[in-house]
């Protein structure tokens, strides 16, 4: 199950990824665009930012950035910053069957987060967004 903090974490990254080179969104401006309450988004955005993925800078033009490309931050690095390891494999000896399964799980979900980058969703997202947009033309 994804939690809200993790979902939530996704979408701020996402909104700072879609202003990579602009100046920095603030808190309230990523809150209202991405619908996150905006006291629960300060905590994940210090989450974003001790894991050193996001930046914040002070004063009237201030407020938060990625430090990195969209094209190198990748999904599993905000998952980790905001939930800790994902999946943990049980160790218990009565789960002794089970473990190769929950191994191989554990690898293909990492192995899918980690392979996909902002970049990508910021291209999925534009794909969406042109193929909703109606044609009118006769």
Same mark, same amino acid.
């Given at each position: 199950?994804? $939690?809200?903090?993790?979902? *939530?974490?996704?979408?701020?990254?996402?909104?700072?990824?879609?202003? !990579?080179? %602009?100046?920095?969104? !603030?808190?309230?401006?990523?809150?209202?665009? @991405?619908?996150?309450?905006?006291?629960? /988004? =300060?905590?994940?955005? +210090?989450?974003?930012?001790?894991?050193?993925?996001?930046? $914040?800078? +002070?004063?009237? @033009?201030?407020? *938060? +950035? /990625?430090? %990195? $490309?969209?094209? =190198?931050?990748?999904?599993?690095? #905000?998952?980790?910053? #905001?939930?800790?390891? &994902?999946?943990?494999?049980? !160790?218990?000896?009565?789960?002794?069957?089970?473990?190769?399964? &929950?191994?191989?799980?554990?690898?293909?979900?990492? @192995?899918?987060?980690?392979?996909?980058?902002?970049?990508?969703?910021?291209?999925? =997202?534009? !794909?969406?967004? +042109? $193929?909703? #947009?109606?044609? *009118?033309?006769?």
């Amino acid at each position: 199950m994804i $939690s809200k903090k993790c979902s *939530y974490a996704l979408r701020a990254v996402l909104a700072l990824s879609r202003n !990579t080179g %602009g100046k920095p969104l !603030t808190i309230h401006q990523i809150a209202e665009s @991405e619908g996150i309450p905006a006291r629960f /988004l =300060e905590a994940i955005l +210090r989450d974003l930012k001790q894991s050193g993925l996001t930046e $914040s800078l +002070r004063g009237k @033009e201030g407020g *938060y +950035r /990625l430090l %990195g $490309s969209p094209r =190198e931050l990748s999904v599993g690095q #905000v998952i980790r910053a #905001v939930e800790g390891p &994902w999946l943990d494999v049980p !160790t218990e000896a009565a789960d002794e069957v089970f473990s190769p399964m &929950w191994e191989e799980l554990q690898n293909n979900v990492n @192995e899918l987060v980690d392979s996909l980058t902002f970049q990508q969703l910021l291209s999925r =997202e534009d !794909t969406l967004r +042109r $193929s909703a #947009v109606s044609d *009118y033309s006769i």
